[in-house]
Structure formats: structure tokens, C-alpha cells
């Protein structure tokens, strides 16, 4: 968790600027250092259950008890592990979040931000003095199975941790009814649509490797029977027509504001008069907690290192949705996804 400075520290770096906030920074990245290592070597689960010292988790996970010691003290400072008369136990925070919470998967998030911050973050310097990329951010994930999971793992987290509260958003006519996803590889949120309507059919269109994942989702939820998997390009493939509800989750911050717009013409025409597209995205602008404001510009800042990518405002979507002809535009703020907003729009 991040370091956490006291009442005399926090005048120090924010009041007086008697400090140099960059060392919080600095102390940022050690904290990720420290707590992905912990959970590569497995340190949390033994932790879960009762209290280790040093020497006697040193010898049940084969660790050196030296290097291992300055992990533990690392970890205590941070907030990840408790320590009582040389013997360290989880956090609740730890053991919540790290063990219990089975939305929460934190091997999928260390592993994925890993490997970016190995492959693909020393180039932001070039990215940002050229705008090329020395590579393609697509091709990067699914060149690699086990990467290509934790990507859409990752992306399968939030939908877990937020996807009751978008779901509750969304709606379609009694009857049978069409769904189209579009780039939901994971197939959680077509999952979720169909549990709550019954006469549901959902579509969701992604590459190959995109819908692994969601092979797995589907048949984990027996609904192979209302769920189907096309393998396409979003811009190649044609989406079909006649559909009610149109999902483009995550999407539209990976490209520029025209691409969007084509994106959803391509919406438009898929789906029935009266039928609703649903955007889920962060959004900038006015945003509540300066946090979160903080946590949506440094995701853009990655979108932007991984694929010229950028979190749009309110007024861009409005103006897009418009531009295209739908209505009723509206936008719902999501308790669990804090940062995101889910935007609704009609086809006229």
C-alpha cells in the first residue's frame, strides 16, 4: 500500500515543501518492488494461516533468511504484513485483498504490470519525443498465452469488482433479445447480462487469443447455449444487425476521438431502433478525490505508452455519441469502479 506519511512528514513534503515529494515517488516503486516479490515467492498464503518467523518461513518456502528478513520488514512498513515478538502474520488489508477477496487477482496484476514495466516502459522517452512505437501493443500480449491471460484477467477483475453495479444500469426489452460485445473477450459482463435475463443472447466479438478467457467464463456458467464466440477484427468483421444492447467496454480509450466516432457508426447500425450502445470508461474532468483524479491521468499516460491511446472527457463522448446520431445520452457514475462511468446512448 503506499507509504503513508505522518502528521510532521505530511507538512514537511506537502505543506512546506521542506522535502522533495519525489522521494514519495521513489518510495512508491520500491513498495511495488517489494510487495510483487512477495507474491511471486508465495509469501502471503502461508502468512494467512498463522504466524512464521523468519527462520521457519525461510525453511518452508527454501528462501535465504537474510534476504528474506528485509523483505518482511519491508512489507511491515508498508502495511502488508503485521510482526509481534519476531513473528509476522498478513495484514487484515493483506489478507483481505491478497487471500479472501476472490474478485481481487493480484497474481494476474503484478504479472501483467511486469512484464510491461519490463518490455515496454523503457520506451516511453522515445514514444514521447517521436509518438512511434517500437512495437505493437496487441500483437506484444498475445504472443505470449500466459501474458494474453493475465491481461484479460486483469481486465476480468474489474468487471468482477464493478460489473453488479453496471449491470444495474443496463436493461433490454422483455423477450428474446440480442447482445453484442465487442472486445469483452473475458465474457464477463455478456455473462452477467445473460444471468439476469433469461431470454438473453449474447455475442461477444474479440481476436482469438481475447476470447480464451472467455471459452473459459462461458463454460464455467453453462451458457455455451446463449453465448456465442466470434473470432474477428472489430474493424474487419461485420457486427451483424438487429441487436438491442451494444457493449463497447474499454474501448474508446484506445484510440483517437474519429476512430471512436467510427466505432460507434458501426454501433448504430448494429443495433434495432430503440436499441441502446453502453460505454464503460474512465472519464476525465471533474472527478471526485484527488486519487482518483491522479490514478485516470497516469492510466492515460500508459494508454498513450502502449497503443496512442487517451481517456476522453464527458463533453468528447457527448459530442461522439451525438455525432453519430444517438440520443438520450446519459452517463452513470459507478460506486465500485471508481474513476469509470458507464455511458448509455439510444439509436434514434
Not at 515496454?120 to 505493437?136: A, N
Not at 484479460?152 to 468487471?159: D, E, G, I, S
Request: aromatic content about 10%.
Amino acid at each position: 500500500m503506499p507509504v503513508k506519511p505522518n502528521i510532521v512528514e505530511r507538512a514537511a513534503f506537502y505543506t512546506f515543501d521542506a522535502a522533495p515529494s519525489t522521494i514519495l515517488d521513489l518510495a512508491g516503486l520500491f513498495a511495488y518492488q517489494a510487495v510483487s516479490t512477495a507474491n511471486e515467492l508465495g509469501l502471503f498464503q502461508p502468512l494467512a494461516k498463522q504466524p512464521y518467523s523468519p527462520q521457519e518461513l525461510a525453511d518452508q518456502l527454501h528462501l535465504q533468511e537474510r534476504g528474506l528478513v528485509t523483505l518482511l520488514e519491508a512489507l511491515a512498513a508498508i502495511g502488508y504484513v503485521d510482526v509481534a515478538n519476531g513473528r509476522y502474520k498478513n495484514s487484515k488489508m493483506a489478507q483481505k485483498w491478497l487471500i479472501e477477496d476472490a474478485h481481487f487477482d493480484a497474481e494476474a496484476l503484478f504479472c501483467f504490470w511486469n512484464a510491461a514495466s519490463r518490455d515496454l516502459s523503457p520506451h516511453m522517452v522515445e514514444v514521447i519525443r517521436s509518438g512511434e512505437r517500437p512495437f505493437d501493443f496487441y500483437e506484444w500480449v498475445e504472443a505470449d498465452p500466459a501474458l494474453s491471460d493475465w491481461y484479460q484477467r486483469m481486465l476480468m477483475m474489474n468487471a468482477k469488482m464493478g460489473g453488479a453495479d453496471v449491470v444495474k444500469h443496463l436493461s433490454v426489452p422483455t423477450g428474446n433479445t440480442r447482445l453484442l460485445d465487442v472486445g469483452g473477450g473475458h465474457g464477463t459482463y455478456t455473462t452477467l447480462m445473460c444471468q439476469k435475463y433469461p431470454l438473453l443472447h449474447g455475442t461477444i466479438l474479440d481476436s482469438y487469443a481475447g476470447l480464451e478467457t472467455g471459452r473459459q467464463t462461458v463454460a464455467q456458467n453453462n451458457l455455451q447455449e446463449r453465448i456465442t464466440l466470434q473470432k474477428g477484427d472489430m474493424f474487419e468483421s461485420a457486427w451483424g444487425e438487429g441487436f438491442d444492447l451494444i457493449l463497447l467496454f474499454n474501448v474508446l480509450h484506445q484510440f483517437d476521438l474519429d476512430t471512436g466516432v467510427s466505432l460507434l457508426e458501426k454501433a448504430y447500425s448494429a443495433l434495432k431502433p430503440g436499441g441502446k450502445v453502453a460505454v464503460l470508461d474512465q472519464v476525465a474532468g471533474k472527478v471526485s478525490g484527488s486519487a482518483t483524479n491522479a490514478l485516470i491521468r497516469l492510466v492515460a499516460m500508459q494508454y498513450y505508452l502502449f497503443a496512442d491511446g487517451r481517456v476522453f472527457s464527458r463533453d468528447d463522448l457527448t459530442h461522439m455519441a451525438g455525432k453519430v446520431g444517438f440520443g438520450t445520452i446519459q452517463f452513470h457514475n459507478l460506486r465500485n469502479l471508481p474513476g469509470n462511468s458507464l455511458i448509455t446512448a439510444v439509436r434514434q
